[in-house]
């Protein structure tokens, strides 16, 4: 079976972890600010905080904000549903913005159309998470000018955009955002097995990031309630959790960053060969807009049903039936049934839900060979022919 991602682990990442292995530190040692020292600097941000997965980035990143009952999160319904669950970890309300036909993201009409109605019925947002879908940024100038505008504060969901960049400036910079947050898992861009990391400016987000993912502990004298009682004083500040990265997978993560630019680079020449060959065929391709440089997580194809009668569910068939293992990405938020207790109904975001009903993700990663992405076209000419 083709995967539709995949790692690739080199020999440098196997003896890097080796190396961290058979340090003293294996969990809390000094790879961890090395990798969040390399990525932020990669990133052109002042902070880096990295956590066992980037669905614990998001819950710290949220709590970090300040969010809890009685407040709201809006995010995009096309994305993992880790995007809207911090919200609820918070005790937040969440809602969502529809999506852009064309790029998939959050659509920034939709978002000031809802702001204005929620700015008269006194139900404005206190966070919003745009998701940079398939590696894509969202226009965060337009976003970031809402957010002055109508006071919510920003966190990007950039798990699939590591690597990326947006107007000329790589994703993560948190230029128009109080916190990004990157995921390690294997299917992404880079890899640390699980793991995730949150990038930030802004030194007290940072520092309480740093907490929060520690217990709520700190053993820094000038964050403790009055003066230390000695030299093995720590205090918990605030109701944390255990959310930490381990040093074996930060010293993963270390050596994965020498592939960054050649796995976006190497990304974007199959999305050409799918682009070229799969033209002729009844199929909607991925947009790419001038402003932003995808970092390709995903290659999301729609079925065209004015061009075609085949179906999205044929189609899929066929190809995991060809030994092409295709995905799905992704099935509306607000329809899983757990949103769905809560109100959200099928036919409340309609553009989300009708990119849903077309969709198949081909076969994207790096180490995708030439004769496999031919095996992948060959299928959906034969399917589609
Ligand atoms: C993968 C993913 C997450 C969660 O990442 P983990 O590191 O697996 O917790 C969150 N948001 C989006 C958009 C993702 O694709």
Redesign the pocket.
């Given at each position: 079976m083709i995967p539709y991602g995949r790692q690739n682990i080199t020999d440098a990442d196997v003896a890097a972890v080796v190396e961290a292995l058979r340090s003293d530190w294996i969990t809390q040692g000094p790879a961890i600010p090395r990798f969040e020292q390399a990525l932020a600097e990669r990133v052109g941000a002042r902070h880096g905080v990295a956590m066992c997965?980037?669905?614990?980035a998001?819950h710290v990143a949220c709590m970090a904000l300040g969010l809890g009952p009685g407040d709201r999160l809006w995010t995009s319904p096309i994305?993992?549903v880790?995007?809207a669950n911090c919200g609820l970890y918070c005790g937040a309300t969440v809602d969502f913005v529809d999506i852009d036909p064309r790029s998939y993201n959050m659509d920034v009409v939709a978002l000031e159309a809802k702001l204005r109605a929620a700015q008269a019925s006194g139900t404005l947002p206190k966070v919003v998470v745009p998701?940079h879908f398939a590696g894509q940024s969202c226009d965060m100038a337009a976003i970031h000018a809402l957010g002055q505008r109508y006071g919510f504060r920003i966190i990007e969901?950039a798990?699939?955009a590591v690597g990326g960049s947006y107007l000329g400036q790589p994703v993560g910079n948190c230029r128009y955002s109080d916190i990004t947050v990157f995921?390690?898992?294997p299917v992404?861009i880079i890899t640390t097995a699980?793991?995730?990391m949150a990038m930030t400016h802004d030194p007290a987000l940072a520092q309480a990031m740093e907490r929060l993912r520690s217990h709520g502990i700190t053993r820094d004298p000038a964050q403790m309630d009055g003066a230390p009682e000695g030299g093995w004083d720590y205090q918990q500040i605030d109701l944390g959790y255990n959310y930490r990265l381990t040093d074996l997978q930060a010293a993963l993560g270390h050596s994965q960053l020498s592939q960054l630019e050649g796995s976006v680079a190497r990304r974007h020449a199959i999305a050409q060969r799918y682009d070229a060959e799969l033209a002729s065929l009844p199929l909607i391709t991925p947009w790419q807009s001038p402003d932003a440089h995808s970092a390709l997580h995903l290659y999301p194809i729609q079925v065209d049903p004015s061009r075609t009668a085949v179906s999205r569910r044929a189609l899929f068939d066929g190809l995991r039936a060809a030994g092409i293992g295709v995905n799905v990405h992704y099935i509306p938020v607000h329809t899983q049934p757990h949103y769905r207790r809560l109100g959200f109904a099928r036919g409340d975001f309609p553009v989300a839900e009708a990119y849903y009903a077309h969709a198949v993700s081909l076969p994207m990663f790096p180490t995708l060979t030439e004769a496999e992405q031919g095996t992948v076209i060959a299928a959906l000419r034969r399917l589609l022919g």
């Open positions: 997965n980037a669905t614990a998001l994305t993992f880790a995007s998701v969901d798990s699939h995921s390690f898992h992404k699980e793991g995730g």
